[in-house]
């Protein structure tokens, strides 16, 4: 992923997030600091906004380090009115199966 990939993420999420009043919105985030991007989180991240492309009740954006450099690529997932739920170790894969299962089916897969 290079520098003006994320520019342009940025762009779209920001201009995304102004027009849909994400708050009340399922809210999926990847952790893109530097040792969630070497681990592999830009592939994450590029699978989760193709999956979730179509639905108006998910938004899919990235943000900094979320601390747990071990653990990368970090996903978080806040559902309103739930607890955020955070993926560790994701792989496209992984995001594929289990936060599809969470998001829509309201069930917790590993």
């Not at 979320?66 to 559902?79: D, H, K």
């Not at 199966?97 to 969470?102: A, I």
Request: hydrophobic letters at 35%; one cysteine or more; proline letters at 4%.
């Amino acid at each position: 992923m290079t520098l003006q990939d994320l520019e342009q993420l940025k762009v779209d999420i920001l201009s995304e997030h102004a027009m849909t009043g994400a708050r009340k919105k399922v809210r999926i985030t990847v952790g893109m600091g530097t040792c969630g991007i070497k681990a592999g989180a830009g592939d994450v991240l590029n699978e989760l906004k193709k999956q979730f492309e179509e639905s108006r009740d998910v938004v899919v954006s990235y943000t900094g380090c979320l601390g747990m450099c071990s653990r990368e690529p970090l996903v978080q997932v806040a559902v309103p009115g739930k607890p955020t739920v955070t993926y560790f170790n994701m792989t496209p894969e992984k995001a594929r199966r289990s936060l599809s299962s969470y998001v829509k089916n309201d069930k917790l897969k590993r």
